[in-house]
């Protein structure tokens, strides 16, 4: 974590910013977590990775909306379809009728 932060001042890019959101997320830090998404969000968002970390990030926290929400915007945004499939932290999300909706492309 200290190095993310570290590379934050740095090079502030989209990926790191979730990344580090998802650590703070797993180190119970949810406020510290929350802080970089919403400055993530501020703004629109081009990173499919980002936009994948934040689905996979309200899924955790049983926000199945938002999980949804950000999985349809990284798909749109290039995320690949197969790889959402083998993730073991959509597993729960999966099952969802509303699934297979959110990650229909164009």
Request: glycine share 4%.
């Amino acid at each position: 974590v200290t190095r993310a932060e570290a590379e934050l001042k740095v090079t502030p890019t989209e990926p790191l910013k979730a990344a580090l959101a998802d650590s703070y997320a797993a180190l119970g830090r949810k406020d510290d977590a929350q802080r970089l998404i919403a400055e993530l969000t501020a703004r629109p968002m081009t990173s499919s990775d980002a936009l994948y970390t934040l689905a996979l990030l309200y899924e955790q926290w049983g926000d199945r909306d938002k999980a949804l929400d950000y999985l349809g915007r990284a798909v749109k945004a290039g995320y690949q379809v197969a790889r959402l499939g083998r993730s073991p932290f959509l597993k729960d999300l999966r099952s969802d009728v509303r699934y297979a909706q959110a990650i229909r492309q164009p």
